[in-house]
């Protein structure tokens, strides 16, 4: 497909899937259901970490976290006692079992403390060309800096070790990304969107090859750059909108 037609294709399947009724059946209605910052980023992080598998169950269950917080995640992170976490001992989605969701908690609550937002634990830096990845490394290291079992680190994707960090990049996309539609929240502040990375899975990958938009075969985080400024040409100031063009194809259409 020409670059021009490609254009366009893509412009379709966005404008196609980029609209509310995307927003009840996703994740991302999790953070939709808050105001406030803090609730939201918590929420939206929590949801976008156990964002595996079954739309459906990824939904049951960070229902089930949120319900858990007393739909009010800020205030719980904030100020939990240890006494308060002992329901989470039995919350289990896929691999990510009550240990890890305790630990997640405890980091949160460090975070808060230390930082006053999960936002300010990225330290995006905007004259940084790599500011996304190191932002996510800096985040990264400050989320494991107090003591945790090493299977928990698995749960937080590390670019710098190569991943493709699909669900870190999907959280920073609702975060960050903000148009006329609403489905994206955009309330943060520190990072433009065009230095967004385009989330990477196996769905989304194997479009954007039939698409002739990225050529490496693995799904890496050098995968996710080469999409990513394929994605760019086609619009610098907000690449990852295609990402719905990507996902509708992969996950709806089977393209």
């Known amino acids: 497909m020409k670059a021009e037609a490609l254009h366009s294709f893509l412009e379709e399947k966005y404008r196609q899937y980029n609209n509310s009724a995307f927003i009840d059946s996703d994740p991302v209605s999790i953070p939709h259901l808050f105001s406030e910052q803090g609730d939201i980023e918590i929420s939206a992080f929590l949801t976008a970490t156990i964002s595996w598998g079954q739309r459906v169950s990824i939904l049951k269950n960070a229902s089930t976290l949120m319900q ?53 634990a990225f330290r995006f830096n905007k004259k940084d060309n790599d500011c996304l990845k190191t932002g996510i490394i800096s985040a990264r290291n400050l989320f494991f800096s107090i003591p945790h079992q090493k299977r928990v680190s698995k749960h937080f994707a590390d670019p710098g070790r190569g991943s493709a960090a699909k669900r870190i990049n999907m959280f920073l996309r609702w975060m960050v990304r903000k148009d006329s539609k609403g489905v994206d929240l955009g309330i943060w502040k520190s990072l433009s969107p065009s230095a967004l990375h385009c989330p990477l899975d196996v769905h989304s ?51």
């Not at 079992?97 to 949160?108: A, E, R, T, V």
């Not at 996710?224 to 990852?240: I, Y």
């Open 205 to 255: 990958g194997r479009v954007a090859r039939k698409l002739g938009l990225l050529k490496r075969h693995q799904d890496d985080w050098l995968a996710v750059e080469e999409l990513t400024a394929s994605l760019r040409k086609f619009d610098p100031k907000d690449p990852v909108k295609y990402d719905y063009a990507l996902f509708g194809l992969g996950v709806f259409e089977k393209f």
């Open 68 to 120: 858990l917080m007393d739909n009010a995640p800020l205030q719980f992170v904030k100020s939990f006692e240890r006494s308060d976490l002992g329901p989470f001992k039995k919350f289990k989605h896929r691999t990510f079992n009550g240990d890890d969701c305790i630990f997640f908690l405890n980091s949160l609550q460090h975070i808060y403390k230390t930082h006053g937002s999960l936002e300010s």
